[in-house]
């Protein structure tokens, strides 16, 4: 498919806005207005009537309940003396494995810049 298939180009003419003209009825009347909706014999408009009525359910309903689920268990204190010195490790040894990397990395950068003089 090419990507200009069914495109309008502009005729000549004085108006620049050709291609964006509303295409020509049934009844041959160029649509420049848009006409009003037809009235229904409802009254309402021609066109999307709505959503459906609904009907509410009958008082009391629930659907079937097959499995009653314990309550929720109270969870266990947290100490949080605890969790800050675990963190304060945990960030300790982040912190050793980025160094140890970063050495690495800048003996690495050093012996490739070595080898690249020579």
């Known amino acids: ?5 069914g495109v309008t180009t502009s ?4 108006t620049s806005d050709e291609p964006w003209r509303r295409p020509e009825s049934d009844d041959g009347a160029t ?15 021609v066109g999307y ?10 008082t009391g309903w629930r659907p079937p309940v097959h499995l009653r689920v314990n309550p929720p268990r109270q969870l ?6 605890a ?3 675990q963190e304060q490790r ?23 810049c070595t080898r690249a003089l020579f």
Request: glycine content about 14%; aromatic content about 2%; proline content about 24%.
């Open 31 to 45: 649509s420049g207005e848009p006409t009003p909706p037809r009235p229904t014999p409802g009254g309402g408009p």
């Open 11 to 14: 005729r000549p003419g004085p």
């Open 83 to 85: 969790l800050d010195a």
């Open 49 to 58: 009537p709505g959503p459906p009525p609904t009907v509410a359910p009958p």
């Open 90 to 112: 945990a960030q300790r040894v982040t912190w050793g494995v980025g160094a140890v990397a970063g050495v690495v990395l800048v003996a690495l950068v050093c012996l490739l």
């Open 76 to 81: 266990p204190p947290q100490d949080m003396t």
């Open 1 to 5: 498919m090419v990507a200009s298939d």
